[in-house]
């Protein structure tokens, strides 16, 4: 034991004008995994110029109208932003091959359910349209199941338990979710062509 701590003793003693000549403050440690002594490390914000990323905010039209309908039921505005572009694409006077109208796309039967009078009322199509997508919210609790509801019918969706085997209404709910994400990633849009994700780069 004796020997042993002689030994230490000697390869520090060996080792002190090293270390006086170096001094500690000379020794790069970053190469060990980091800074030994605590600096401060260079954060992301200060790469980026200090400033902190922040995504535009929502550009849209019908914004007010759109805000009033989503918060009167507690919806995310830009889900509802995203059923209007699948829907009518932002054109109040849009009529389907099915007799559905307006920017939310009610049919005349599910508009008299709602109290909604002239379904090609901005604000009543709007308030409709929020309503029926927050009842099948309510009632399904999953999101694509609401959208498939939205398109072909609860009755139907509440059998199936599922997305019903529809290309149709399949492609619908896609094409929501894909504006909701395209508006959430602060891109805006106008039709559900726009909704596509962009390739890398692009």
Known sequence: MVRLLTAVAGLLLAAGPVLAQTGAAGIDWSAAGGDLFGRPTVGPAAVMGGAAPR?????????????????????????LHALVIVESAYRPDAVSAAGAGGLTQLMPGTAADLGV?????????????????????????DLRLALAAYNAGPGRVARLGRVPDIEETRNYVASVVDCYLMLTAGRGGRSARDCRAREPGS
């Open 117 to 141: 009078r002239n379904r090609f009322d901005i604000q009543q199509n709007l308030s409709g349209g929020a309503d029926y997508l927050a009842r099948q919210l309510l009632r399904f609790g």
């Open 55 to 79: 995504l535009p905010e929502l550009s849209q039209p019908y914004m007010d109208a759109i805000a009033r309908a989503a918060d009167r039921h507690g919806l995310d505005r830009k889900l």
